[in-house]
């Protein structure tokens, strides 16, 4: 079942602004990761956090967790074109291996 | 990095027939992958949990004799569509985690290329 939600469900920026989506779940978690989907293709790994982590980086992305809230950021800085995908935030449960995808905001870069 | 090969990229079939689609983990052994179902512009639905070695583990709503799992090793998973329907078209992606190295928890999800299925 799904349990986070990507807010928004589409985000079109310029090429060199930054890109912010958010993730909000419902239970607790034991790790929070974000995925990039490119059209038509496998999901890539971007970056996993902790539940005792608040933030992360990792090149231009940061992510930040607040499990007080249920939710987490993902902020690409600089975006380029090739950063137009969709972006997934996927939880990990305690005592679960499986992990729990949301709908995905999809972002697209304008040259 | 780990990498997972998934196979056919795309496959159109008859009404009727069944349709074989493969998942290997390449440079890393995986006791567990996950077969997914995502339809356009929506989230990934999980199907099945396959396990190497054992029957996979069917998500509430997913017909067993409809979608075979077989997983004979600890490199290859495959999930066979049984009697397709045009109902059956969508996008399948498969993951796997490196359980070896990574564990099961804490750790991230390899993701094949997905195979696009369209029954006429």
């Known amino acids: 079942s799904q349990q986070g939600e990507e807010d928004p469900q589409a985000l079109s920026i310029q090429e060199g602004e930054n890109a912010t989506m958010n993730c909000s779940y419902k239970?607790?978690?034991?790790?929070l990761q974000w995925y990039r989907q490119n059209s038509g293709r496998g999901l890539v790994h971007l970056i996993l956090?902790?539940?005792?982590?608040r933030e992360k980086h990792s090149g231009r992305l940061r992510v930040t967790l607040d499990t007080s809230k249920k939710s987490s950021s993902l902020l690409i800085t600089a975006s380029r074109a090739a950063d137009t995908a969709s972006y997934f935030c996927?939880?990990?449960?305690?005592?679960?291996?499986?992990?729990?995808f949301g709908a995905g905001t999809t972002v697209t870069v304008r040259a | 990095g780990a990498v997972v090969s998934q196979h056919p990229s795309r496959v159109i079939c008859k009404s009727g027939t069944s349709v074989k689609i493969e998942c290997r983990s390449l440079?890393?052994?995986?006791?567990?992958m996950f077969w997914y179902r995502q339809f356009p512009k929506q989230s990934l639905m999980l199907m099945a949990t396959?396990?190497?070695?054992?029957?996979?583990?069917?998500e509430q709503g997913v017909e067993k004799d409809k979608f075979l799992i077989n997983h004979a090793s600890l490199t290859l998973s495959t999930l066979t569509v049984t009697s397709a329907h045009p109902e059956d078209s969508s996008f399948y992606i498969c993951?796997?985690?490196?359980?070896?190295?990574?564990?099961?928890?804490?750790?991230?999800?390899?993701f094949g290329n997905g195979t696009r299925l369209t029954v006429t």
């Open positions: 993951s796997a985690r490196d359980a070896f190295t990574e564990g099961l928890n804490n750790s991230p999800l390899h």
């Open positions: 440079d890393f052994q995986a006791t567990t």
């Open positions: 396959s396990n190497e070695g054992s029957k996979a583990t069917y």
């Open positions: 956090i902790r539940s005792n982590e």
């Open positions: 239970t607790s978690i034991n790790n």
């Open positions: 996927a939880t990990g449960l305690p005592n679960d291996y499986k992990l729990s």
